[in-house]
């Protein structure tokens, strides 16, 4: 296991079709996060699970986006209907949780680039 | 609210040169950590420090070095002797600590830097 998986890693699609993105964290990793990153700019938390339960969604995350993590390993990110405003990268990320109080730091994957045309 | 500036949008350096990347941040918490993360053009974040809000002493590791001063809520990242091999966008962030481990990081826009041979 060398680090955290993206599928795929680029996406184009039409506007109003839905699309799905998964996540493979490191395989100790109990925590997983949800980023969006816009052309030029930092990336932007979206939802973060711990295990299997989603612990907090972002306002950013509206109705068409759903993020499940079923077993508490691999993630889906779902996009309904898409928009042209959705297109942008989507960044994985695990970590550990070690107790209450502390994480490992997060490890990033290389993210799924999609283009809504 | 928290907020992370990064006021240098690019930075142009010949080899060789060194060069700081500035990082200003806001948060109310009096607990909090701080980021530094590398984007090369792959696409992922690579984590390339982590500071917590109680320990101000300053970080050298290799060519790199951190300076964070609290009385200015800055965490600057200076690489000494740039290559080529450095060129990539930097990203500086935060995030508060509280039960349960600190979770979503909120990135700076990031400072693209470009070394030259």
């Known amino acids: 296991d060398t680090g955290v998986s993206q599928n795929p890693r680029h996406k184009i699609t039409k506007r109003g079709q839905n699309v799905t993105f998964r996540c493979d964290p490191i395989?100790?990793?109990?925590?997983l996060y949800w980023y969006r990153q816009t052309l030029g700019q930092g990336p932007e938390f979206l939802t973060y699970f711990q295990n299997e339960a989603q612990l907090e969604k972002s306002r950013l995350l509206s109705d068409r986006f759903s993020a499940e993590r079923p077993k508490g390993s691999f993630s889906t990110l779902e996009i309904q209907r898409t928009e042209q405003g959705d297109s942008a990268m989507y960044l994985c990320a695990s970590s550990r949780a070690l107790g209450q109080a502390t994480t490992t730091e997060a490890f990033f994957g290389q993210g799924t680039r999609l283009t809504v045309v | 609210a928290q907020k992370v500036t990064q006021a240098q949008t690019e930075i142009s350096v010949v080899e060789k040169e060194d060069v700081t990347l500035d990082c200003v941040y806001e948060?109310?918490?009096?607990?909090?950590?701080l980021f530094w993360y590398k984007q090369p053009p792959s696409g992922e974040l690579v984590f390339l420090i982590r500071?917590?809000?109680?320990?101000?002493q300053n970080e050298i590791s290799g060519r790199y070095s951190w300076n964070f001063q609290k009385s200015t809520s800055s965490f600057n990242f200076t690489i000494t002797a740039s290559q080529v091999v450095d060129s990539a966008v930097y990203f500086c962030?935060?995030?508060?600590?509280?039960?349960?481990?600190?979770?979503?990081?909120?990135f700076g826009a990031g400072t693209r830097l470009a070394v030259h041979p």
């Open positions: 962030a935060l995030t508060d600590v509280f039960s349960g481990g600190y979770n979503k990081l909120i």
């Open positions: 395989s100790e990793h109990n925590r």
């Open positions: 948060t109310r918490d009096t607990t909090y950590y």
């Open positions: 500071r917590n809000s109680f320990d101000e």
